[in-house]
């Protein structure tokens, strides 16, 4: 987090969508990244129609998002190991806080945090995050490794949607009136980062229970 962030103005890229660029790294917060992934590995969960989530994920915090056969839900545990999902790591946890309090969202206490894992020529499609209990609460979304487009509509899912360029370290940090926007992640183009390698990650925030 930025020694310098009260000086930091977030972007209103939308109403009610904050970008905060570059506001982390990827360098920052890779150690957590890889105790997170060392106690709850990435996989590629199924669908419900049975075809594999073109993003490999992991979770961290008190609920995961977990999808599968039987639809979406959040977990306190995790279905591969059987074992609670590891913690939110306080330095995650205190970047979520601070972008929230930039955008407005003074006392934000996040549950869950999704860790979605995109290769080259992989993306997200167009959705809105609505599985949570909690809409009053925002989403923040940490983008690091390679570059891409995150792709915005809103509440009306018409035609292509807003592209805006996303690189890492930048945070996005939707709620009120756009929490059940919706969005997508265009697929990543070739590149290599010199902390992720060949991949995007990206961190999202929720109050789920
Ligand atoms: O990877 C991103 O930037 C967004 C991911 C996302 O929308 C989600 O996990 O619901
Ligand atoms: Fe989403």
Known sequence: MRQDSFLLQPEAVQPEVWLLPQFTSAAALWADLCAVAAVAPFRHMMTRMGHPVAAAMTNCGALGW?????GYAYRT????????????????LALAREAAALA???DYVPDACLVNRYA?????GRHNDDSEQDFSQPIVSVLLGLPTRFAWWGDRPEGRG???????GDVLVW???ARLGFHAVR???????????????????????
């Open 187 to 209: 697929p990543v183009p070739p590149g290599r980062h010199p902390v992720c390698g060949e991949f995007r990650f990206n961190l999202t925030f929720r109050k789920a229970g």
């Open 120 to 124: 080259v020529g992989v993306g997200m």
């Open 162 to 168: 807003r592209d805006l360029p996303v690189q890492d």
């Open 104 to 106: 407005g969202y003074a």
């Open 175 to 177: 709620g009120r009136s």
């Open 66 to 70: 977990t999808s599968s056969a039987r």
């Open 77 to 92: 545990v995790d279905p591969e190991t059987g074992r609670p999902w590891p913690p939110i790591p306080a330095a995650w």
